[in-house]
């Protein structure tokens, strides 16, 4: 287990720790990320879609829970649990049991607190948590799992 620190001044600090850390997947990696609205999470995606060769623009999926996207070295599957706060049990599930681990996929998941408690035991992951200092400072801590 190995944590790391960092202050980020700009989303494109942000994006490039992100690639640094994608340069390091072997395929099947789980990162939950957390922290507040507008913390910086989608954006800490975007790096991760970038240096796997994703080449659409990853926005936010929170109208569609997941979203899809091929990339040259692996899929990504952007994950967003914001809606699912105050859904029961049931909705929660995701399906995401047949896609977590899956050497093919990286698996992005925002506000997984909010999923079914599958995705909050599920390991190894990587912690990703954002917290807000001022409009372009983030603190980021990385906590790897592997
Ligand atoms: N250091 C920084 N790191 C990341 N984003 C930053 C930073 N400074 C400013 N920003 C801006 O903050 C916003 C972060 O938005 P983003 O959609 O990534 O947040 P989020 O955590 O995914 O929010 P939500 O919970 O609503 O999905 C972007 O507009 C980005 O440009
Ligand atoms: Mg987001």
């Given amino acids: 287990m190995k ?23 072997k395929g099947g990696e789980v990162i ?3 922290g507040p609205l507008g913390a910086g999470k989608t954006a800490f995606c975007q ?4 240096a796997i060769g994703v080449k659409g623009i990853i926005n936010s999926p929170t109208f569609n829970l997941i979203k899809v996207y091929k990339g040259s070295k692996f899929t990504l599957y952007h994950v967003d ?3 699912l706060e105050n859904a029961d049990e049931e909705r929660k599930d995701l399906g995401l049991d047949e896609v ?5 996929i990286i698996t992005y998941i925002e506000w997984p607190n909010f999923g079914n408690s599958y995705l909050i035991n599920y390991h190894p992951v990587i912690k990703v ?18």
């Fill in 3 to 25: 944590t790391t620190e960092y202050i980020t001044n700009s989303s494109e600090e942000t994006k490039q720790i992100a690639t640094q850390l994608a340069s390091t997947f």
């Fill in 32 to 34: 939950l990320a957390t």
């Fill in 47 to 50: 790096g991760l879609g970038k």
């Fill in 81 to 83: 649990c914001y809606r």
């Fill in 100 to 104: 977590l681990g899956d050497k093919s």
């Fill in 129 to 146: 948590e954002l917290t807000y200092i001022d409009e372009e400072k983030r603190k980021l801590v990385i906590t790897d799992e592997r």
